[in-house]
């Protein structure tokens, strides 16, 4: 499968634990973006990584929040504290964007947290 | 503020009905346009997108949408559409850069048999 994966499906976790989820992009995509996706509503710009560079993050981002993509490849979304507010579906998508043109977004299946 | 509106949240439509979702945005700059398609169980699939040029595109599945500029809008339709299109549709807008999409609340088509 040459897909966005994302890992894992589902998470479960009590108020207070940390949680890391994974993203592994197409590999030819060199964006990388998160977003979270709550019920009745669109999906909701997180972050964006160009390579291996952060180049935007969302006020939804709080400083619990972090993200990273070392080296370019997979990336990895951690939240620290969790929250009951955190439940929600984590979007990961890659695009390939080349001299400017931009070809859309494939989606990973997403990450399912739920904080009890 | 930036947005995008989609209009209605669910639709019924029976098989061979034909669709139109509405899609209104609020963005400066020249944009590129989408939409996106979740079938039930599954993850969103991009059903088609404008950058420039022809106002009017044609995506998978007999899926079309038309860009109108003055009107801020770029629905969808489908002249005709089958029980597989069943799912959740969203229209979604980003900048020529393609850094952060925005996108609507989505809209929840039920098509009965």
């Given at each position: 499968d040459t897909g966005v994966s994302q890992d894992p499906r589902h998470k479960i976790t009590k108020r207070g634990q940390n949680v890391t989820f994974r993203c592994d992009p197409i590999s030819e995509h060199n964006r990388l973006y998160w977003y979270?996706?709550?019920?009745?509503?669109?999906?909701?710009f997180l972050t964006y990584f160009q390579n291996e560079a952060q180049?935007?993050?969302?006020?939804?981002?709080?400083?619990?929040f972090s993200a990273e993509r070392p080296k370019g490849s997979f990336s990895t979304l951690e939240i620290q504290r969790t929250e009951q507010g955190d439940s929600a579906m984590y979007l990961c998508a890659s695009?390939?964007?080349?001299?400017?043109?931009?070809?859309?977004?494939?989606?990973?299946?997403?990450t399912r947290l739920t904080v009890v | 503020?930036?947005?995008?509106?989609?209009?209605?949240?669910?639709?019924?439509?029976?098989?061979?009905?034909s669709l139109e979702l509405?899609?209104?945005?609020?963005?400066?700059?020249t944009v590129n346009l989408f939409w996106y398609v979740q079938y039930p169980g599954q993850h969103l699939q991009l059903l088609l997108k404008y950058f420039s040029g022809d106002p009017l595109v044609?995506?998978?599945?007999?899926?079309?949408?038309e860009f109108i500029k003055s009107k801020f809008s770029f629905n969808l339709r489908k002249?005709?559409?089958?029980?597989?299109?069943?799912?959740?549709?969203?229209?979604?807008?980003?900048?020529?850069?393609?850094f952060k999409t925005i996108f609507g609340a989505g809209t929840r088509l039920f098509v009965k048999a």
């Open positions: 979270r996706q709550t019920l009745g509503q669109g999906p909701e180049l935007e993050k969302s006020r939804l981002l709080s400083d619990r695009s390939l964007v080349l001299q400017g043109n931009y070809y859309g977004y494939t989606f990973g299946s997403g | 503020a930036q947005s995008v509106s989609q209009h209605n949240h669910h639709v019924i439509l029976s098989e061979a009905a509405g899609c209104n945005y609020s963005y400066g700059g044609k995506g998978i599945k007999g899926f079309e949408a002249p005709s559409v089958q029980w597989s299109d069943t799912a959740e549709y969203f229209c979604a807008v980003t900048n020529t850069g393609g």
